[in-house]
């Protein structure tokens, strides 16, 4: 990256925020978990973005554990169920049955 | 008598047992034969471990209630499987005792929050082996966490009830899971160089 490039960044980026050291990033990023699970509340979520909006550190959170969720969703293969699988577990089943 | 499961019991004809299973069971087939082999690792150990869930579901079946969450049922009962007869059989016993495992989950070095280096467009260059590589490089409760959240978007009770664990275990062990991780991710990063060594 140049010189200048990074003085654009620092002008017009990351001098838009406030922070750029949070005051309680571990629970910042207790509340973010929640947030991208889908498991929090609406007031959560609201303080949670007023605050990512100030607050450079957990702006860079924000992304990273977002981008870390799709790739564990899309990079991970799905293996292919084994075709004979159902039809061994239904002949085991009628087994039971007969017993 | 002041269990719900004890008076909520379900009675299933032949043909009924045939048409949850059509219906409810087996349609989940796919999740549970991918989750048994992010346990197991071995492609016959998981068709087994996932046959046994299956006889097993079917022996039980009158404390399955049905419409309910058969998804979350059937995931408990794979998971019950694992633990009870497959780790113990596993060649390799396993190394961790409870205790072991609980007081790793409370220690200072997995609970602190990472100042990373990695980026999101580092993760964009990463390939499928080498996620699936951070994630099964997890000690297996972590894994499994991380396989029923973010892999089968399991709700935070749902996998309360199917680990047995309160809700507050789910959410802290999640969190340690995650930070685990992403620490992995970071590593493999480095090592591959996507990271600059400074
Ligand atoms: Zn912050």
Known sequence: ?99 | MNQMSETKRQQYSVDEKAKVFDGEFYPHIDSMYNFAYRLTFDEDDAKDLVQDTYLKAFRFIESFQEGTNAKAWLFRILKNNFINDFRKKSKEPSKVDYQEVESYYNSDDVNKSITTDLRVDTLKDMMGDEVSTALNTLDVDFRTVIILCDLEGFKYDEMARILDIPIGTVRSRLHRARNLLRENLRLYAKTMGYIKKS
């Not at chain 1, 292919?80 to 085991?92: A, G, Q, R, T």
Request: aromatic content about 8%.
């Open chain 1, 1 to 99: 990256m140049t010189k200048t490039l990074q003085s654009w960044i620092k002008k017009n980026i990351i001098s838009r925020y406030a922070m750029t050291n949070c005051p309680d990033e571990e629970r910042c990023l207790h509340v973010l978990e929640v947030i991208l699970d889908n498991e929090s509340t609406p007031e959560e979520e609201q303080e949670y973005f007023e605050h990512i909006d100030q607050c450079w550190a957990c702006y860079k959170n924000y992304n990273l554990e977002k981008a870390i969720r799709e790739l564990i969703k899309r990079k991970i293969e799905k293996k292919p169920v084994p075709d004979d699988l159902v039809k061994s577990i239904k002949l085991e089943i009628e087994k039971l049955v007969i017993e």
